[in-house]
């Protein structure tokens, strides 16, 4: 059974950052594409950054410049720095397989994040 644990989360205001760490229990979690994923309430989820198992980063257009993805495969770690936050990156986050062999079927509890003054 895979466990995704996600923490790092938090509340802070417009134009603050937050650290997001991903724990993933895959034995061959290098080999994987990771991304960071998030839901705001009532929305649909969408993979927000990603990043291949050679370290390629991908992000989604809303959130180049203030996000940084980063892994750590001695750890099956993988990390979201976020900056500049805004009010609409508010959501819970999180993480999951990523690129064309699509997430792994089951998710964690998520980390939740909000911005407001």
């Known amino acids: 059974q895979v466990q995704l644990v996600e923490s790092g989360g938090g509340s802070v205001q417009p134009g603050g950052s937050l650290r997001l760490s991903c724990t993933a229990s895959?034995?061959?979690?290098?080999?994987?594409?990771w991304g960071w994923y998030r839901q705001p309430p009532g929305q649909q989820r969408e993979l927000v950054a990603s990043?291949?198992?050679?370290?390629?980063?991908n992000y989604v257009d809303s959130v180049k410049g203030r996000f940084t993805i980063s892994r750590d495969n001695a750890k099956n770690t993988v990390v979201l720095q976020m900056n500049s936050l805004k009010p609409e990156d508010a959501a819970t986050y999180y993480c999951?397989?990523?690129?064309?062999?699509?997430?792994?079927?089951?998710w964690g509890s998520g980390t939740q994040v909000t911005v407001s003054a």
């Open positions: 990043i291949a198992s050679g370290g390629t980063t």
């Open positions: 895959v034995n061959i979690f290098r080999f994987y594409a």
């Open positions: 999951n397989r990523a690129g064309v062999l699509g997430d792994l079927g089951s």
